[in-house]
């Protein structure tokens, strides 16, 4: 981005390291351990500040929250912001079938000892988590959360002179991946139905005068886990319909206070299967955010 007064505007994906004032509490919201939650907000709080003037003292014009307020993962946090969720043990069958699996691809079964011992070290909680099933409408519900993060980040912007804030939220394709639909007649009705609900807090990050950031990092991700046996074009026609639910919830929405963030997942290993950008950019492009 390029100002009129010819200044590059400088900003960041969003996400930030936790401060260690946040960790205990976190530690004990991840094994299931009862906290102070009274302690836990002002802690939020006044991290979300810090991390605010933080990011102005080293230059960033645009700052987010560091995702503090995030409850859970990058993409996960919007479990608890939805209605019509159930949570069941994976089946043997599903534990085994790399679509569904958390934890699968084809980087691990190249690299089995790094990621036997990775996988144990830092990714053992989501192997314990259930798989999520749809089995009603599905509904945001996630509005008290959502307006303290959005309160959480004017608040350093108040205190920060010179920058303008976003928040990063989760698109449809990684909102709900591995979900089993057991309401809705398809898998278009049911990605578009998530789309609705997630434009809930993309209207609600807009309206507060925040900009907005939708990260996508299961459309490059997924190649990974899906070809082979499935081909590239069945892969695109996967994440295009992914993008089309994408655009559905962006609708309405200021393209220029917009923004799409993709990666090819974020985990400190080998990554020797990663999509071609060139086999997906007319599809990133296709987003109708800020060019």
Request: glycine share 6%.
């Amino acid at each position: 981005m390029l100002r009129t007064n010819r200044h590059f505007v400088v900003s960041h994906v969003g996400s930030m390291v936790r401060p260690p004032a946040m960790i205990p509490y976190l530690q004990k919201a991840q094994a299931g351990e009862p906290y102070d939650n009274v302690a836990f907000e002002a802690c939020l709080t006044e991290s979300v500040i810090d991390a605010v003037r933080l990011q102005a003292d080293a230059g960033i014009d645009v700052v987010s929250d560091g995702e503090y307020g995030k409850s859970d993962t990058w993409a996960f946090y919007v479990h608890r912001r939805l209605k019509g969720i159930e949570w069941h043990p994976f089946t043997e069958a599903e534990a085994k079938d790399p679509m569904i699996a958390v934890i699968s691809g084809r980087d691990r079964e190249a690299f089995p000892e790094f990621y036997a011992e990775y996988d144990a070290r830092v990714l053992a909680v989501a192997r314990s988590v259930g798989r999520p099933v749809v089995t009603a409408p599905l509904v945001y519900t996630g509005h008290a959360e959502l307006q303290r993060d959005i309160a959480n980040l004017k608040a350093g912007l108040a205190r920060t002179k010179g920058v303008t804030g976003f928040l990063p939220v989760v698109a449809a394709a990684g909102a709900l991946p591995n979900a089993r639909n057991e309401h809705y007649r398809d898998e278009e009705s049911f990605l578009f139905a998530l789309a609705e609900a997630l434009r809930t807090e993309y209207r609600a990050i807009i309206d507060a005068g925040l900009d907005l950031q939708v990260d996508d990092a299961f459309i490059p991700f997924m190649y990974d886990k899906m070809v082979p046996p499935m081909t590239l074009a069945q892969y695109r026609q996967w994440a295009a319909l992914r993008i089309a639910a994408l655009n559905h919830a962006l609708e309405g929405l200021p393209p220029e206070r917009t923004r799409y963030h993709i990666c090819w997942g974020s985990w400190n290993g080998p990554h020797m299967f990663d999509v071609p950008l060139k086999d997906i950019v007319d599809l990133v492009l296709g987003v109708k955010t800020a060019p």
